[in-house]
């Protein structure tokens, strides 16, 4: 990822709660709601881009062995602050060479507000079916593009674009904008089946006054 992608979150880790919480991020408690029933407790989860460790937490609840990779130092130490009990690793997801974590042993990997910072997000799909054991799940959110949209009509724009920003020099990282039938393509090429998605939204008090939207999508690896 762009160094820029680290800096901004190192920047926000102390106020990142208090801040999605103003903004309506739900993200996290739709991933919790579709992909708990599909694991048991013991079982392991990993959460790519783990930030504070928001994601992670009800499955911690659950009794699963929860590990997060997150690229941000800051988030980092907010996580184990926050959380003790998640095992965390610093990594770039973007990293070609994989994570550093053992393949085949996961039955769960989460992701929330990641997969539009991702410059490789083909990559990002089959690192994790690597991570997955046979028939585990791959359950994440992505940043739609939505044609007409002020702010998500263009596939590619600023990560501050139409918000009142402080630090807009740590924000002038891209991020990237996909379509569900592009990301089920994607999902489909490396053998993922596409078992639900659905949009969900957030506010995030921009100029354009309207609401952007998230992808969730739930996916099974063969």
Request: aromatic share 10%; net charge negative; proline share 9%.
């Amino acid at each position: 990822m762009p160094a820029l992608v680290r800096d901004y979150f190192d920047w926000l880790a102390s106020m990142y709660d208090e801040t999605t919480a103003a903004c309506e991020w739900s993200a996290p408690e739709h991933i919790a709601a579709a992909a708990l029933p599909l694991i048991d407790p013991g079982d392991a989860v990993l959460d790519l881009g783990c930030g504070t460790g928001q994601s992670a937490a009800p499955f911690l609840e659950h009794g699963c062995l929860c590990i997060g990779l997150d690229f941000a130092p800051a988030m980092l130490k907010e996580a184990m602050r926050k959380h003790p009990d998640l095992l965390i690793a610093r990594a770039d997801l973007d990293q070609p060479r994989g994570w550093p974590v053992p393949p085949g042993v996961f039955q769960l990997c989460i992701s929330a507000g990641v997969y539009e910072c991702l410059s490789d997000p083909i990559g990002f799909i089959a690192r994790a079916k690597t991570a997955l054991r046979p028939g585990g799940y791959l359950v994440f959110t992505f940043d739609e593009f939505v044609p007409g949209h002020p702010a998500q009509g263009v596939r590619v724009g600023r990560a501050d674009s139409g918000i009142p920003n402080p630090v807009a020099d740590l924000a002038a990282w891209n991020l990237h904008r996909h379509s569900i039938d592009r990301v089920a393509g994607w999902l489909g090429d490396h053998g993922f089946q596409l078992l639900y998605h659905r949009q969900i939204e957030a506010d995030i008090h921009s100029h354009f006054g309207v609401p952007i939207y998230y992808r969730l999508v739930v996916s099974q690896a063969p």
